[in-house]
């Protein structure tokens, strides 16, 4: 018999032409079900789907300065770097790298957001006013750098990554995988997972991940990937590339988020907690009402 060293994947997830399924069937059948899907043809709207590349980051913002895991660096010698990266010696990877802080011009290629981002109940007038949940980001990589960390997103929020260049190869996991996932217990821990080597998995410390069953896949320029709330996933870089992300909330994981966002700003705070729970739940119900 073969001995399992590790995870079973599938490489067949859901593929759409965003012209071909639209808004209502996408909602339906992807993001209320909480079903990932890759969507094609969702941000040639963007100026930056046919200018943002590695030679027009380094010709054109070679000295914008950047920390990278604690390193001091400019976009050029970044952009060097993830030029000659491999497996073996992996250039910084750029990621969560908030697009707000790049020049304004830059932020107006990625405007506005692709339709399958929607509904994004952070988009929500008396929300932004008091707090902004939304969080667009740049990610710059070279082939053999990996995300650090096997993790579903931060207060159950939806995530969105559209890629621009290159080729990413995604790792994904369903909630249901949670108890095979060996994540942490207290409250900053508990989305992401102690398992350092989806490859190779060390089974004598993570026995249970062997049994895990998820997917694997390549996103490619040009598509959009639909990671829904409570998926745990984490990615390699292929070929250099270039990646923007935005996080959301609606129907689908609003009472998640919700919980969450309770638990972890107003701990301790009941009077806090109570508020925000009526404050939060008068905002979904009227978005309920307005999708």
């Given at each position: 018999?073969?001995?399992?060293?590790?995870?079973?994947?599938?490489?067949?997830?859901?593929?759409?032409?965003?012209?071909?399924?639209?808004?209502?069937?996408?909602?339906?059948?992807?993001?209320?079900?909480?079903?990932?899907?890759?969507?094609?043809?969702?941000?040639?709207?963007?100026?930056?789907?046919?200018?943002?590349?590695?030679?027009?980051?380094?010709?054109?913002?070679?000295?914008?300065?950047?920390?990278?895991?604690?390193?001091?660096?400019?976009?050029?010698?970044?952009?060097?770097?993830?030029?000659?990266?491999?497996?073996?010696?992996?250039?910084?990877?750029?990621?969560?790298?908030?697009?707000?802080?790049?020049?304004?011009?830059?932020?107006?290629?990625?405007?506005?957001?692709?339709?399958?981002?929607?509904?994004?109940?952070?988009?929500?007038?008396?929300?932004?006013?008091?707090?902004?949940?939304?969080?667009?980001?740049?990610?710059?990589?070279?082939?053999?750098?990996?995300?650090?960390?096997?993790?579903?997103?931060?207060?159950?929020?939806?995530?969105?990554?559209?890629?621009?260049?290159?080729?990413?190869?995604?790792?994904?996991?369903?909630?249901?995988?949670?108890?095979?996932?060996?994540?942490?217990?207290?409250?900053?821990?508990?989305?992401?997972?102690?398992?350092?080597?989806?490859?190779?998995?060390?089974?004598?410390?993570?026995?249970?991940?062997?049994?895990?069953?998820?997917?694997?896949?390549?996103?490619?320029?040009?598509?959009?990937?639909?990671?829904?709330?409570?998926?745990?996933?984490?990615?390699?870089?292929?070929?250099?590339?270039?990646?923007?992300?935005?996080?959301?909330?609606?129907?689908?994981?609003?009472?998640?988020?919700?919980?969450?966002?309770?638990?972890?700003?107003?701990?301790?705070?009941?009077?806090?907690?109570?508020?925000?729970?009526v404050y939060l739940g008068v905002i979904g119900t009227?978005?309920?009402?307005?999708d």
């Amino acid at each position: 018999m073969e001995k399992v060293s590790g995870p079973q994947f599938t490489d067949q997830i859901d593929r759409h032409r965003w012209a071909d399924i639209g808004r209502k069937r996408y909602v339906r059948e992807y993001v209320l079900p909480l079903k990932p899907v890759i969507i094609s043809g969702g941000i040639e709207h963007w100026v930056a789907r046919k200018k943002w590349t590695l030679d027009f980051f380094k010709q054109q913002y070679g000295g914008m300065p950047l920390t990278v895991d604690g390193r001091q660096l400019s976009m050029g010698t970044l952009i060097d770097e993830v030029k000659v990266s491999t497996p073996e010696r992996p250039a910084p990877y750029l990621r969560n790298h908030p697009v707000k802080d790049l020049p304004e011009e830059l932020q107006l290629d990625v405007q506005p957001m692709p339709e399958c981002v929607s509904p994004n109940w952070f988009d929500n007038r008396l929300l932004k006013t008091w707090k902004d949940f939304t969080y667009v980001e740049l990610y710059i990589g070279g082939t053999g750098a990996k995300f650090p960390v096997l993790h579903y997103d931060g207060l159950h929020t939806h995530a969105f990554l559209m890629q621009l260049e290159g080729v990413k190869e995604y790792v994904a996991f369903p909630p249901d995988q949670a108890p095979l996932m060996y994540a942490g217990q207290d409250a900053a821990h508990e989305n992401k997972s102690a398992v350092d080597n989806i490859e190779t998995p060390d089974l004598t410390r993570f026995p249970k991940f062997c049994s895990a069953s998820g997917f694997r896949f390549k996103l490619f320029p040009g598509e959009t990937l639909f990671v829904p709330s409570g998926w745990w996933h984490t990615a390699r870089i292929l070929s250099p590339s270039i990646t923007v992300s935005i996080n959301g909330a609606n129907a689908a994981n609003w009472k998640d988020f919700s919980r969450d966002f309770r638990q972890s700003y107003w701990a301790g705070h009941k009077a806090k907690k109570a508020v925000g729970s009526v404050y939060l739940g008068v905002i979904g119900t009227m978005m309920r009402m307005a999708d």
